[in-house]
């Protein structure tokens, strides 16, 4: 009969238990070797009493180490404001680029250069101006020229037998001016004075011949009241000439004192007066 083998139970593995700590409290406190040892937590004491002064030691190095740190924001906020203090003084004060004598004497000069060129530049569009004008003057004058050569030429063409019978007889002679009154002559010269003080300043008194020529014009454009007068009516070679009566005529229109009327085909200018 076999034998019936037997399982083997194995132990399991224990920690062993740790001995009771020579130094520990317990032993402390029942060790024959300190026997001035206190009993119970009596000797918790003296090492909660070294305890709360190695705290208050702490606290003290912590309040210390926050004051050190609020005087050297301090610190550094005094030296940045001492060396934003310095660069503006060194932009301000140390400026080597300031203006000297010799800045202001060349900014003078500059000064006195564009006024000069702003003087040369208004004299260039003043010469501007006039040579427009002249140039509208001309053209203006070519225009009653041409006028009045059509209808000559027109007034030709029709009367060409009248013309031929008539060439016999002496020429007529014009009418005369409407011979005036002391007291008429004097009425015409203040409406010619007063008329004149509203044209330009060439033609009151800067410009003495002009300023002939605007009255012999004036008095023309009067003694052909209401039928109107044609330009080369008022050219009195040499002293008023085309050019003059022309540059005349457009103050006057312009002044709106003279109406110019081409409607019948002929250039007329008729007399309006100052209101």
């Known amino acids: 009969m076999s034998e019936i083998s037997m399982p083997t139970t194995q132990t ?55 004051n050190l740190s609020n005087s050297l924001a301090k610190f550094n906020e005094s030296f940045a404001s001492w060396l934003y203090v310095m660069n503006m003084n060194a932009l301000t004060v140390d400026w080597l680029q300031a203006p000297s ?12 250069k564009d006024a000069l060129d702003a003087m040369e530049a208004l004299q260039a569009k003043k010469r501007e101006v006039e040579a427009a004008a002249a140039a509208v003057a001309d053209r203006t004058a070519m225009t009653d020229i041409t006028d009045i050569e059509t209808t000559f030429a027109d007034n030709s063409a029709t009367n060409t037998s009248a013309q031929t019978s008539k060439s016999a007889s002496a ?67 040499p002293d008023l000439i085309q050019a003059r009566v022309n540059k005349c005529l457009i103050a006057l229109v312009n002044r709106k004192v003279v109406r110019k009327d081409n409607s019948t085909g002929t250039v007329l200018y008729h007399w309006v007066g100052i209101p």
């Open 171 to 237: 020429p007529k002679k014009k009418p005369g001016k409407p011979k005036l009154s002391a007291k008429e002559k004097k009425e015409r010269s203040l409406e010619i004075e007063r008329i004149i003080s509203c044209l330009p300043l060439e033609f009151r008194g800067s410009d003495p011949n002009l300023r002939r020529s605007m009255e012999t014009v004036i008095e023309g454009l009067l003694n052909a009241v209401p039928q109107g007068v044609k330009l080369i009516d008022l050219i009195k070679p």
């Open 101 to 112: 004598n010799a800045s202001f004497i060349m900014a003078k000069r500059r000064a006195e």
């Open 12 to 66: 399991p593995h224990r920690t062993p238990l740790k001995r009771v700590s020579q130094g520990s409290l317990f032993a402390l406190s029942r060790s024959g070797a300190y026997p001035d040892a206190p009993h119970g937590l009596g000797f918790l004491e003296p090492a909660m009493s070294e305890f709360v002064d190695e705290t208050e030691a702490l606290q003290n190095n912590v309040e210390g180490m926050m």
